[in-house]
């Protein structure tokens, strides 16, 4: 079982500023099967990249995903007031899915 | 666009079976393409991978939850469906149908609103 570890479990940043959010797993993730999803109050969580790097369709570039193995990184460069949120990662290469815990991104 | 929509009851008793079914318009329960992927989350928590079936058949479960559950398509209804047996209040959370497919060279992904179950006698 590959589990998944996200930090900070909460990131409290300003509109403007630049997030990097973090995403490790336990052992690694084969063909960067590796995916960022945002779920905001109420709703439905939403892909934001998939394969580690790429964009889901509709999702503004200012989101960005990195990374290889066993760790992996969801930048957005410069926050909307939108984006106040929690972010999920999720890996697909095993025999089964994981989430990681979270990380709540907030408003300073 | 692909719409999905999930049914069932809001409330179960414990030791009792849960059946939630996902409805899908705009795609096919018979596309060998698609995942039909169910999700849920307890009540102020993360969320968690439950199982799947894709490629006309093949499943893929959680496994700490594989001896309780088990997902299957209807493509008379053109939906898809999960059953969770012997719940307890630990199974009480949103749940959600999901589906991912790729679609000229890009993975799509379409989830439903979500439809809370309480486990409760």
């Known amino acids: 079982e590959i589990v998944l570890t996200q930090s900070p479990g909460i990131l409290s940043l300003s509109p403007g500023e630049r997030a990097t959010l973090s995403c490790r797993a336990s052992?690694?993730?084969?063909?960067?099967?590796l995916g960022w999803f945002q779920q905001r109050p109420g709703q439905a969580p939403r892909l934001l990249i998939y394969a580690a790097s790429s964009r889901a369709s509709g999702i503004p570039d200012r989101f960005s995903g990195s990374g290889s193995g066993t760790d992996f990184t969801l930048t957005i460069s410069r926050l909307e007031p939108e984006d106040f949120a929690v972010y999920y990662c999720q890996e697909y290469s095993s025999s089964w899915n994981t989430f990681g815990q979270g990380t709540k991104l907030e408003i300073k | 666009q692909v719409q999905l929509q999930e049914s069932g009851p809001g409330l179960v008793k414990p030791s009792e079976t849960l059946s939630l079914t996902c409805s899908v318009s705009g795609a096919s329960v018979s596309s060998g393409s698609h995942y039909w992927i169910w999700i849920r989350q307890p009540p102020g928590q993360g969320l968690e991978w439950i199982g799947e079936?894709?490629?006309?058949?093949?499943?893929k479960y959680n496994p700490s939850l594989k001896s309780r559950i088990s997902v299957s398509v209807d493509t008379s209804k053109n939906h898809f469906s999960l059953t969770l047996s012997s719940v307890t209040a630990a199974d009480t959370a949103v749940y959600y149908c999901?589906?991912?497919?790729?679609?000229?060279?890009?993975?799509?992904?379409?989830w439903g609103q979500g439809t809370l179950v309480t486990i409760s006698s």
């Open positions: 999901v589906t991912s497919f790729e679609s000229h060279g890009v993975t799509r992904n379409y």
């Open positions: 079936t894709y490629n006309s058949g093949s499943t």
């Open positions: 052992q690694s993730v084969t063909y960067n099967s």
